[in-house]
C-alpha cells in the first residue's frame, strides 16, 4: 500500500512562493495519478491540481497560471510549485495517489501553508 508524506509548507508573504514535495513510498508509483488537494477547516476538500502517469495534468481555476504541478517517477515524487500566493491559499495541502482500477485512493497526512504579511 502506498504511503505518502509532505514537505514544503510554511508561512509566506502575499506574493510570494513555496514548492511542496510528496514523497511516495510504493514500487510502482508510475501507475498513480498524483494529485495536491486543500482543505480548510469547515469547507470541502478542493483539487488543487493532478498530473496522470502520462504528465496529463489539470489545476483548479483559482490556482491556474500561479500553481504548477510536476513528478519525477524515478523519484517517486510530485512537486507543486506555487507562485504568486494569496492570503486565500491559506491552508492545509495533501498530496493524494489515485488508481481506480485498483481502487486505491490513499491521502498523506498534509502540510500548511501560511499566506500572511
Known amino acids: 500500500q502506498v504511503q505518502l508524506v509532505e514537505s514544503g509548507g510554511g508561512l509566506v508573504q502575499p506574493g510570494g512562493s513555496l514548492r511542496l514535495s510528496c514523497t511516495a513510498s510504493?514500487?510502482?508509483?508510475?501507475?498513480?495519478?498524483m494529485g495536491w488537494y486543500r482543505q480548510a477547516p469547515g469547507k470541502q476538500r478542493e483539487l488543487v491540481a493532478t498530473?496522470?502517469?502520462?504528465?496529463?495534468?489539470n489545476y483548479a481555476n483559482s490556482v491556474k497560471g500561479r500553481f504548477d504541478i510536476s513528478r519525477n517517477n524515478a523519484k517517486n515524487t510530485v512537486h507543486l510549485q506555487m507562485n504568486s500566493l494569496k492570503p486565500e491559499d491559506t491552508t492545509v495541502y495533501c498530496c493524494?495517489?489515485?488508481?481506480?482500477?485498483?481502487?486505491?485512493?490513499?491521502w498523506g497526512p498534509g502540510t500548511q501553508v501560511t499566506v500572511a504579511s
Open positions: 498530473i496522470t502517469s502520462g504528465g496529463t495534468t
Open positions: 510504493t514500487s510502482a508509483f508510475s501507475i498513480y495519478t
Open positions: 493524494d495517489a489515485q488508481n481506480r482500477l485498483m481502487g486505491v485512493d490513499k
